[in-house]
Nanobody, 120 residues
């Protein structure tokens, strides 16, 4: 089965940086879009950034200019470089990927999430 495993979260001071990674494993024919979402306690999950297979990107307004999404197709991995972090960025960050597992229909997969805490 396909799995997404995230890493890179942790505690960082305001103004600091973190780099999140999400690696897909399993039987994968193709990965289309790869996204980062975040969810704070008691809040709805919200889209942070999206990157298409060809490299085009989209960002939520609240992170544009601070965060950069990228991907390494050879490694089936998506990254989120987070700079100039604010306390408001504190949340669990999830990756989401649209994947064709083995030539069958396209499906969406979620990572388990990684905690990002921005605090002095």
């Amino acid at each position: 089965q396909v799995q997404l495993v995230e890493s890179g979260g942790g505690l960082v001071q305001p103004g600091g940086s973190l780099r999140l990674s999400c690696a897909a494993s399993g039987t994968i024919l193709r990965i289309n879009n790869m996204d980062w979402y975040r969810q704070a306690p008691g809040k709805e999950r919200e889209l942070v950034a999206r990157i298409a297979s060809g490299g085009s990107t989209n960002y939520a307004d609240f992170v544009k200019g601070r965060f950069t999404i990228s991907r390494d197709n050879a490694k089936n991995t998506v990254y989120l470089q987070m700079n100039s972090l604010k306390s408001e960025d504190t949340a669990v960050y999830y990756c989401y990927a649209s994947i064709v597992p083995d030539g069958r229909g396209l499906r969406g997969y979620w990572g388990q999430g990684t905690q990002v805490t921005v605090s002095s």
